[in-house]
């Protein structure tokens, strides 16, 4: 494998000892370059001077509401990655990447308060039982990526696992964006117990829009008796719930045991559940954070 520069920490790919690995589902980024990021325009690398420039101009834009969290740089060699990385690590650490490396493109994701800050209270839900990755870059084989935030369990975090709960953030007007992140976690699934939940702001109508999405099994398109793949597992959204002012509608979140610690539960221990009020009060320390 490459050698890739890492932003914090670093995850391969691999499953745990623990973990029968489920195959490897063929990611299509060039839905993600496309749909997913339909709208986004792409910008040609012209050296670190103008990629500072550029990032901290749509930063200022998408803190006043004036443009999307998104940008893609193509062609990006893997060497200019390496510069680019270097750049962040330096200057704009709240930058979040993708990087598939056959396609040569950077996505981009810029970080603001008010999504920064929306992953807090759903990760203080689990805080004794989970180990926060933060934005612990994911390597695979075909590039990179980046969470906004990620947890494994306290069990299995030095074990070189993935992880099993991933966050990620961003404005309403980045819906479509946000949705292609989550099925890319997904989709590159090497393990079966893993979740992404999705979560969109917008400050303005003081609304937030949570989906969780998962690997559901589903049939094969033309499954045979000889065929001994069986199911195959698709990313899908599971759950929605919209919080508009302090009206919660989808309620409750529910976080299956299982799913984020690996092991079944004990006698005393159960899946992790956001109620309406629990929700709601999600939604009122959000918004007394960002005033």
Known sequence: MASFPVHGGVVYATPSSSQAPTPNLAVNTHYYLTEGLEGVAHKQYRGPRAFTLEVMEQADQ???????????????????????????????????????????????????????????????????????????????????????????????????????????????????????????????????????TLISVSREEMRLHIEKWENVSMPRPSVTHADQNGPMPTATKTQEIDIVGDVVTGAPLTLEFEKLMLPQPGAREGDIIFDINDLQSFATRLWRWTQ
């Open 62 to 196: 998408a803190t006043l509401g004036n443009a999307g969290q998104y940008m893609v740089y193509c062609p990006v060699t893997q060497q200019q990655f390496t510069s680019i990385d270097r750049i962040r690590d330096r200057r704009h650490k709240g930058l979040r990447f993708m990087y598939p490396k056959d396609e040569q493109a950077l996505v981009v994701k810029i970080t603001i308060s008010v999504t920064h800050d929306v992953a807090n209270p759903i990760a203080g839900g689990f805080e004794e039982d989970m180990v926060l990755m933060g934005s612990t870059t994911m390597i695979t084989p075909s590039g990179l990526k980046d969470p906004d935030s990620s947890f494994a369990p306290l069990s299995h975090h030095c074990r070189g696992s993935w992880l099993t709960l991933v966050i990620e953030t961003g404005l309403s007007r980045c819906l479509p964006c946000l949705t292609a992140d989550s099925r890319w976690w997904l989709e590159k699934a090497t393990e079966a117990a893993r979740m992404v």
